[in-house]
């Protein structure tokens, strides 16, 4: 299929490559396409799917305007202090393990993107969210869950562990909404990503949030 192309795309190696498909050629895996010599398309360029030019010239001009405020581009996270959950129902919630590993990934990023790594107690949920929407590229190391929050009715599962913005009473289970009693939500509801600032910033709450990022990092590292 990229017969036709073969001439422009060996003499523009490294090029990106952008495929506006139509119809069942949206089914068409791209990247898996070789040319002559065996060789894949996705080794030599960087390959884009587009459903349309005027998509593409959108997302051209977004991010143009993202790019006018360089000094909000950038979000990196690691080693959080925190949160407590409750792994062992009818338990006294604990505090997930600490990431010094993720801490230090964050600050060798953070370094090498010439910006400032969030870490320990300033990653606090409420700060993070606040700063998401205006970041260019996110990258979140710290602990994600899944099946450990399965006693809480969340709606959607999952949640990414950041510090709280307080400390929940004792005996309450924190749950990235509000605080859960019995497995079940109490009646106050957070509208936004961090509202109730439990540290668990939950997959509806980020469902809810309009993100402008063009590439997020997250790690699924796993509490024990």
């Known amino acids: 299929m990229i017969e036709p192309l073969a001439n422009i795309l060996q003499k523009n190696e490294g090029d990106r ?8 050629l949206f089914l068409i895996p791209f990247a898996a396409l070789q040319d002559a010599a065996g ?36 979000l990196v996270v690691g080693n959080p202090t925190m949160p407590s959950i409750r ?14 590993g993720a ?18 107690k300033d990653a606090t949920e409420r700060a993070i969210v606040q700063k998401m929407p205006q970041a260019r590229i996110i990258h979140l190391a710290t602990h994600g ?12 599962p999952g949640a990414i562990a950041l510090a709280p913005d307080r400390t929940p009473p004792a005996g309450a289970t924190t749950g990235g909404l509000p605080l859960h009693q019995g497995g079940a939500m109490t009646s106050t509801t957070a509208d936004s990503g961090g509202g109730a600032g439990d540290g668990l910033l939950t997959s509806g709450e980020i469902l809810n949030l309009k993100l402008n990022a063009e590439l997020v990092v997250t790690e699924r590292l796993q509490y024990r």
């Not at 799917?49 to 581009?73: F, G, K, M, N, W």
């Not at 792994?87 to 010094?100: K, N, R």
């Not at 869950?145 to 959607?156: F, T």
């Open 145 to 156: 869950l899944l099946n450990e929050l399965q006693d809480m009715d969340l709606g959607v």
């Open 17 to 24: 490559v952008i495929f506006i498909p139509q119809g069942v």
């Open 39 to 74: 060789n894949y398309i996705i080794e030599k360029h960087t390959l884009s799917i587009a459903p349309s030019i005027q998509v593409l010239d959108l997302t051209r001009q977004h991010r143009q305007r993202l790019r006018s405020h360089p000094s909000s581009q950038l």
């Open 103 to 120: 801490e230090q990934e964050a600050i060798a990023i953070a370094r090498i993107l010439q910006t400032q790594a969030i870490v320990g």
């Open 87 to 100: 792994s062992i129902p009818d338990e006294a919630p604990t505090p997930l393990s600490p990431l010094p």
